[in-house]
């Protein structure tokens, strides 16, 4: 039974970190929708999910960065060698809009993405909590 629940959580835990990191992706494209030549990046989120439930010891393993300091007044954060950007394939997107200095940035597709995105974290995020709450409850006897 505890195992379920801790697949579970490993499954949101593995979501909020490809949300992340897609949100990452898509500040790139609008801080160079300027920027001469640049084309415009982004990543199959569904094909990353199902490769996370597919294989989930390989997620498992390289899951949130393991925090180490070498100062008691520092941390900093180690990656592992099979981080979240290096299990998802980040490509080139399609120019949508013809431009000059071949930038292939879509601003209002962008903000888009973006906020899409920004709201599906936020809901992972309510989505845990309240499954949270629920075991607590569930522990508490209540």
Avoid: K
């Amino acid at each position: 039974m505890i195992e379920r629940l801790t697949q579970r959580m490993e499954f949101f835990s593995n979501v909020l970190q490809l949300r992340a990191h897609r949100q990452q992706v898509i500040a790139s494209n609008i801080a160079n929708a300027d920027t001469p030549g640049f084309t415009a990046r982004d990543f199959d989120f569904r094909a990353a999910i199902q490769d996370a439930v597919r294989n989930p010891s390989e997620w498992r393993a390289g899951g949130m960065p393991m925090l180490a300091g070498n100062d008691a007044r520092h941390l900093r954060t180690l990656s592992n060698s099979t981080s979240v950007a290096e299990r998802t394939r980040v490509a080139y997107t399609v120019q949508t809009q013809p431009s000059l200095d071949g930038n292939s940035v879509d601003m209002d597709q962008q903000r888009a993405n973006f906020m899409h995105n920004a709201i599906q974290y936020e809901s992972t995020l309510r989505f845990i909590n309240g499954h949270v709450r629920t075991m607590l409850s569930a522990i508490q006897g209540q």
